[in-house]
């Protein structure tokens, strides 16, 4: 056993470290794509439902472009919302019921470059996501290429930290994996519906309008309708950016203060 | 090797609220024994182990394991340890294979993947979705991930609670390879019989404390003490002695001289169950 003492200095240098980082990350990252294909249900329900909101809403309003031109961006929103958000909350308390945080935690895997694996799993989702949407919505929708790419990439960016963290605060809520559907869906719904998503937003009523003014939803479909539809860049869309903004440095406080690793049951 | 002990506890407390889980316990694990850590449920075990493992954190006391304190949770420690919790769970969508595979790379040193699954007896199983494994092969799956990283340390919390006799005695075997290997075993469990036939030195924790440590063997003697029983006719008969030669003497001469004979005659030591019944038996 002294050769482990002799082997293995305490500090590796910097770049070897780095490098055995990316490498772990990198690995979890792999595994975690792999697992995604094999759980149908989740793969349906953070990837499939809004392609199929995208088809079913985009054959309903066939005949409106302008109605098309708010689904296409409403329904990018609402993926960024559930390849994050919803993905992460289901599967953040599925890990922690299972006790494969703890057992992961036993494990010499640095907690970032866990972190980073899961996370590069949902934003995978996302991205993959926005080009099969802006696709779709060229060659269905008659919504053309995005006017203001960049701005569009910078929304969905902002929109993957702010609900990625959200999520993950949420997960701590969740008292189990048996109620995570109640608890996500009791959010995502409602907020889908009152931010924009199937219909302008602004033809909701005063009261729910104000609520979805607080929400992020609503500025991140806002600055995408922008990006996707109008042409608009970054500066038509300050107030969304800060809303987007805030909400994320709340959801990451809560993210990380409520961080549990093992089953609030034991 | 240095003369180090692997494991060293001292004076370790554990508070939860107003309850103290753990009230000041003391041992040490020696390199390349395996000790067993019994107790009663609600002991105090799985909180000790969890502590030593970095999962929780101590109210106070020293705590070294291999040279670390597990509380600043160094991957240099992490890397040397292998863990089998009760708790634990295993991607389900993944294969036995995958899953030790996947293991095997978080650890800068790992063992063979296939020569992991053999020595788990999981060998056959290495094709088959974790999900559809049965209780004792996941169990067996939890020694093969603990032990792919090829740890010094390695502990096992109860590891055949809820196992059947066969599974029971492979998980044995397994941890008899273990010593074989030379790895040291910090095994916690309530049988005791695990604890006799596995640990080399014992320690009985109970409320929070340890109030009894040595080999299964001595703690088994628990002094001069024997017990014979036998039967004549329809009656039984059981009774202790210090004196086990003078008073089995007594006993054959007395039913020779009336020829008679002593049916199903035994002379026993107090087995580790009845000290243990004894230490951890509730006033």
């Given at each position: 056993m002294t050769e482990h003492a002799l082997e293995?200095?305490?500090?590796?240098p910097a770049t070897r470290a780095d490098r055995r980082w990316l490498g772990l990350a990198w690995r979890q990252y792999r595994l975690e794509r792999r697992m995604f294909w094999r759980n149908p249900s989740a793969a349906f329900f953070n990837f499939v439902l809004p392609l199929l909101f995208l088809a079913l809403f985009g054959a309903i309003f066939s005949e409106e472009q302008a109605d098309l031109d708010v689904i296409v961006p409403g329904i990018a929103g609402m993926s960024v919302m559930s390849t994050t958000f919803s993905a992460l909350a289901h599967n953040l308390v599925f890990l922690r019921e299972r006790g494969i945080l703890k057992r992961m935690r036993g494990?010499?895997?640095?907690t970032s470059a866990y972190v980073a694996g899961i996370a590069g799993n949902a934003v995978t989702n996302t991205a993959l996501q926005m080009v099969l949407i802006v696709a779709a919505g060229k060659a269905f929708?008659?919504?053309?290429?995005?006017?203001?790419p960049g701005t569009m990439v910078v929304f969905v960016v902002l929109g993957v930290v702010c609900f990625a963290s959200l999520g993950v605060a949420l997960s701590h809520a969740i008292p189990n994996f048996e109620s995570a559907p109640a608890y996500v869906n009791i959010v995502f719904l409602p907020v889908i519906f009152i931010?924009?998503?199937?219909?302008?937003?602004?033809?909701?009523p005063g009261v729910l309008r104000a609520i979805a003014e607080v929400l992020p939803l609503k500025h991140l479909v806002d600055g995408l309708s922008g990006a996707m539809v109008?042409?608009?860049?970054?500066a038509d869309h300050g107030t969304a950016l800060a809303v987007l903004a805030a909400w994320t440095v709340l959801g990451t406080a809560l993210a990380i203060r409520g961080f549990g690793w093992r089953s609030s049951a034991r | 090797m240095p003369e180090t002990a692997a494991i060293e506890v001292k004076d370790l407390h554990k508070r939860y609220g107003s309850r103290e889980?753990?009230?000041?316990v003391d041992f040490c694990v020696k390199r390349g024994e395996v000790f067993g850590l019994l107790?009663?449920?609600?002991?105090g075990k799985t909180t000790t182990v969890e502590i030593l493992e970095g999962h929780r954190e101590r109210t106070s006391g020293h705590v070294s394991v291999l040279g670390h304190?597990?509380?600043?949770?160094?991957a240099a420690l992490r890397e040397r340890v292998g863990i089998v919790l009760q708790s634990c769970g295993v991607y389900?969508?993944?294969?036995v294979r995958e899953s030790v595979g996947h293991f095997a790379a978080l650890y800068p040193a790992p063992r063979d993947v296939d020569e992991v699954l053999d020595l788990a007896g999981l060998g056959e199983l290495g094709?088959?979705?974790?999900?559809?494994?049965s209780g004792g092969q996941q169990r067996r799956l939890d020694f093969a991930l603990a032990l792919v990283g090829d740890p010094e340390l390695v502990f096992l919390d109860e590891?055949?609670?809820?196992?059947d006799p066969e599974a029971r005695r492979q998980a044995w075997e397994t941890v008899r390879s273990l010593r074989d290997l030379g790895k040291t075993v910090l095994l916690t469990t309530h049988y005791l019989d695990e604890a006799q036939a596995l640990a080399d030195r014992v320690a009985i924790i109970r409320d929070g404390e340890i109030v009894a440590e040595g080999a299964p063997s001595e703690l088994g003697v628990g002094g001069e003490r024997y017990r014979i029983t036998y039967r004549r006719g329809a009656e039984s008969f059981a009774e202790e002695t210090a004196d086990p030669t003078t008073r089995l003497h007594q006993l054959t001469g007395e039913a020779l001289a009336r020829g008679q004979t002593l049916e199903g005659l035994t002379v026993t030591q107090p087995s580790l169950e009845d000290v243990y019944l004894e230490l951890t038996a509730r006033d």
């Open positions: 293995r200095p305490q500090v590796l494990t010499p895997l640095p929708f008659g919504v053309d290429w995005p006017g203001d931010s924009g998503v199937f219909y302008d937003a602004d033809n909701v109008r042409a608009e860049g970054i | 889980a753990v009230r000041g107790g009663p449920n609600g002991a304190d597990p509380g600043e949770r160094a389900p969508h993944l294969t094709g088959a979705r974790t999900r559809t494994l590891p055949t609670t809820g196992f």
